[in-house]
């Protein structure tokens, strides 16, 4: 099984600052990595993903995340935050060993941009 | 091309009722989830559809079941509705079980008074 922290619960940073929202996860197995971002109202959209190959995962609007499996964490990153970027942002796992495709989610980081 | 769609996309039910929801998935897509998110947490898995089977399900009571359509197409019907069945109901659809990049919908919300 696995399971997922998100270790902030909010950020509040000022437009234009870099941002890190750490994910740590669990798991006896390989697994896959997600970042989600759900804007208020509204579904999720897929940021990024790590399957394989390069630790550093470059995806939408400026977001990028590196995989270290030593320290089994998948910190998401943005050198610099625009007021639009507020949002929640959920961490997600899963594991090619398990059968269904079963995403296990973080609690969540509610991101608030400040001007 | 459409993304997930989901209806309804809102509704109000009453401790007891049965309730149905519905998703079409993204043209081409064969597989089906569906989450639980209740607020403030996380979404929680429920149950996967691949080919009209049942692929995997979460950790839900019996009252929660789910069929896939031949158009790939879904329901979740919930009977016997709790306080704490109140959530947004996320449907997510993926090309199939090699594909581990699931897109969601919108969700649809639930209110049990």
């Known amino acids: 099984a696995q399971s997922v922290t998100q270790l902030d619960s909010q950020v509040p940073v000022f437009e234009e600052a870099p941002v890190e929202l750490r994910c740590n996860y669990s798991s006896s197995v390989s697994v896959y990595l997600f970042w989600y971002v759900q804007y208020p109202n509204q579904g999720l959209q897929l940021l990024l993903k790590y399957l394989s190959g390069s630790t550093l995962v470059k995806g939408i609007n400026g977001f990028e995340a590196e995989f270290n499996k030593s320290q089994t964490s998948f910190h998401l990153r943005k050198p610099s935050v625009h007021i639009s970027d507020t949002a929640e942002y959920f961490c997600a796992v899963t594991s090619p060993y398990q059968g269904a495709q079963k995403l296990v989610f973080g609690q969540g980081t509610r991101l608030t941009i400040n001007p | 091309d459409a993304g997930v769609t989901q209806s309804p996309t809102h509704l109000i039910k009453t401790r007891g009722q049965h309730v149905t929801l519905r998703c079409s998935p993204i043209s081409g897509h064969k597989s089906v989830s569906w989450y639980q998110q209740v607020l403030g947490q996380g979404p929680q898995f429920i149950f996967q559809?691949?080919?009209?089977?049942e692929r995997g399900r979460g950790n839900f009571p019996d009252r929660f079941s789910a069929r896939q359509f031949p158009n790939y197409s879904s329901e979740l019907n919930v009977n016997a509705l709790l306080l704490g069945d109140s959530a947004l109901y996320l449907c997510?659809?993926?090309w199939g079980t090699g594909s581990y990049e699931q897109y969601f919908g919108p969700g649809t919300r639930l209110t049990v008074t």
């Open positions: 997510a659809s993926s």
């Open positions: 559809y691949y080919e009209k089977e």
